[in-house]
């Protein structure tokens, strides 16, 4: 009996060794198991971020290309408030960062001179895909307008009847803007001796005379502008304006005979819009109006009715005698502003920015030899990134 123990414990021995073996077998397996899933994770959250990093690299190409010129007109003057042209525009680009990756822009959304760019990062072979958004602000003008009102020729009356005034805020800066500028010291002094000490402390900026070799007292210069400006695409021009624009779709509306006669205009009630509205006669509001943008009479008299309104931007005020000359002179009686309502202008910097979207390069060179003013820029700047749910 005792000669079978031996190979009893044998065989017990053999089937712990094979259990321990297995299990061992198990461990092992998991644990390749293990590093193939962290293998796996590691390579798929790889392709992730150079997916992610895909995707900012086309917000970052498409900042660029806003800011690049075609034909001496930057894209963001040319496809601004186009995204079907600049989607098709940015697919042309070489949008490969390195070998393996693409982006492309799948959304653009505009609001003023901020669009905000959806941007989608692909990898090769993987099926991985990411979107990545952010703003970009355009270049904006930080120097806004050369006065809140500009007399670009001689000044016959500046009145303000019964309880009218006239209030410029400032604007912010270190140093505010003249808040009317005159064509001579001449028609300065004759405007602070008309207003009274407390009239002058609502202007902000004070009163100024414009330099003797000033554009804005060009009639030529404004000729030009206002010929650069009837050729727009979209620009009213004719009698009647249809409507004044507002801030989120602005106008630009020339005033003006078919044959290019001085045309008056009475707007009754109140105007309100946004744009730019030139009037190559006399303009007549009923109440102060609520515009935001640049107004241009080139006729002898701007009168405003009683009331309160509020211009953001600014009015130009150039009597001109024969538009249709060759060589536009200045009127010889001179400009006529009178209001008995109260008018208050706001800085208008931004607002200007957004206007030159409108125009085209010739026009915003004729602005520039009219002003003097070389159109100082904020750099533009892409901000607020984020991710997009849902891949």
């Known amino acids: 009996m005792r000669s079978g123990i031996p190979g009893l414990q044998r065989g017990l021995a053999m089937v712990v060794v094979l259990l321990l073996l297995a299990i061992a077998l198990l ?30 690299a086309g917000l970052i190409r498409a900042a660029d290309w806003w800011r690049e010129q ?45 669009v905000t760019m959806v941007s989608a990062g692909t990898v090769d072979g993987a099926g991985t895909a ?26 016959a009356e500046f009145t303000l009847a019964g309880e009218g005034s006239v209030v410029v805020n400032p604007d912010g800066g270190d140093s505010d803007p003249p808040a009317i500028l005159a064509a001579t010291a001449d028609d300065a002094q004759l405007l602070q001796e008309t207003l009274t000490s407390e009239q002058q402390a609502k202007l902000s900026g004070g009163i100024q005379a414009l330099e003797s070799d000033a554009g804005l007292a060009d009639p030529m210069l404004l000729q030009a502008l206002v010929e650069a400006i009837a050729q727009l695409p979209g620009v009213s021009d004719g009698p009647v304006p249809w409507d004044y624009g507002d801030p989120d779709d602005p106008a630009v509306h020339l005033v003006r005979g078919v044959g290019g006669e001085p045309v008056d205009l009475a707007v009754p009630g109140k105007m309100t819009g946004a744009g730019i509205l030139i009037v190559t006669g006399s303009l007549a509001l009923e109440e102060p109006p609520d515009f935001s943008g640049l107004i241009v009479v080139l006729g002898p008299v701007l009168d405003i009715g009683p009331g309160e309104g509020t211009v953001e931007g600014a009015l130009l005020l150039h009597p001109i005698e024969d ?30 920015a957004a206007l030159q979207g409108l125009l085209s390069a010739e ?8 002003t003097g003013r070389e159109g100082a820029q904020e750099p533009g700047r892409l901000f607020g990134w984020f991710e997009t749910p849902g891949l």
């Not at 490969?96 to 901020?114: A, M, N, Q």
């Not at 990411?130 to 020729?153: I, L, N, T, W």
């Not at 006529?336 to 607002?351: C, H, I, K, M, W």
């Open 27 to 56: 461990i092992t397996l998991a644990g390749m198991r293990h590093a193939l899933m962290h293998e796996w994770i590691a390579g798929n959250q790889r392709q992730v971020t150079e997916a992610f990093m895909a995707a900012e």
């Open 70 to 114: 075609d034909g001496g007109q930057r894209n963001d003057q040319r496809y601004w408030l186009d995204p079907e042209g600049a989607l098709a525009a940015l697919a042309g680009l070489d949008r490969t960062p390195r070998p393996g990756l693409h982006w492309s822009i799948r959304e653009l959304h505009f609001d003023g001179d901020v």
């Open 130 to 155: 990411r979107e990545v958004g952010a703003r970009y602000q355009r270049p904006r003008a930080v120097d806004g307008f050369p006065a809140s009102v500009v007399f670009g020729g001689a000044l």
């Open 363 to 370: 026009a915003r060179e004729r602005w520039i030899e009219l």
């Open 323 to 352: 538009p249709a000359a060759e060589t536009w002179a200045t009127g010889s009686s001179g400009s006529r502003f009178q209001t008995s309502g109260n008018v208050t202008f706001e800085p208008g910097g931004a607002l200007w």
